[in-house]
């Protein structure tokens, strides 16, 4: 996997748009240059059913059009069915061993929060792990308390040739923080996503971590 690609990593389902139209947003980040996309459709709001699948192949086909990374996550089976670029899971989720496996050839991503989590995605095959909530999120209900930087920046030391993304309350304001710290990129989900300006604000952030 080329790291790069995590440089601006957009994670976003249709709950995060507030009242904007969720391909409308999509598209915006993709023209302002976002390097890879998650399809992240869950909790209050989210799409279900044959709804979910045509939603999903429409952020995927934007993807295509634009020569984006679409990445699934949670959801192996949809993966496999659009053929998606790769799946992110965390430790609640498919077993990324089983993951590895089922998807041969693609993108696995896996979310960790401790030292031996990291070993057990590299022995797994991740191409990358993502690392947080660095700072507060509210898009994520389940997350956990914000760890800062100390972590991320033990893991990039220890393990230089590991592609690894920084997740969790990140914005304009503390996005370089991040980079200095190490990590490939930023994942982002409302900073971009509820942004009043969203290719504006891409591009302002693609300055900053490139
Ligand atoms: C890039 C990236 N990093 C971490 C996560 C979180 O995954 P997980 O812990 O499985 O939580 P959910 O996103 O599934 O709620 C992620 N999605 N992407
Ligand atoms: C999806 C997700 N995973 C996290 C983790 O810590 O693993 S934090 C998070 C939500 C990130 O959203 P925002 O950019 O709006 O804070
Ligand atoms: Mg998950």
Redesign the pocket.
């Known amino acids: 996997m080329n790291r790069n690609i995590l440089n601006l990593?957009f994670?976003m389902g249709s709950q995060n748009c507030g009242n904007a139209d969720p391909l409308h947003v999509l598209e915006s980040a993709l023209k302002g240059g976002i390097s890879c996309f998650?399809f992240?459709e869950?909790g209050e709001g989210a799409r279900q059913g044959e709804d979910y699948i045509k939603y999903a192949r429409s952020c995927q086909n934007l993807c295509k059009k634009y020569g984006v990374p679409f990445i699934v996550?949670?959801d192996v089976r949809l993966a496999e069915e659009l053929q998606a670029d790769g799946v992110?899971?965390?430790?609640?989720?498919e077993l990324a061993q089983h993951v590895r496996v089922r998807m041969p050839g693609k993108i696995l991503?896996v979310?960790v929060h401790t030292s031996e989590e990291v070993v057990s995605a590299i022995q797994a095959g991740a191409d990358y792990i993502?690392v947080?909530p660095i700072y507060e999120t509210k898009s994520?209900a389940?997350a956990k308390p914000a760890a800062g930087l100390s972590f991320l920046t033990k893991i990039v030391t220890e393990y230089p040739e590991l592609p690894i993304?920084g997740?969790g309350g990140i914005t304009i304001e503390n996005a370089k923080r991040v980079i200095e710290a190490g990590a490939d990129g930023v994942?982002i989900i409302s900073a971009i996503s509820q942004a009043e300006d969203v290719q504006g604000t891409v591009k302002q952030l693609l300055n900053i971590v490139k």
């Open positions: 990593y994670i998650q992240r869950k996550n949670d992110h899971v965390g430790q609640d989720d991503g979310s993502g947080g994520k389940d993304v997740i994942s």
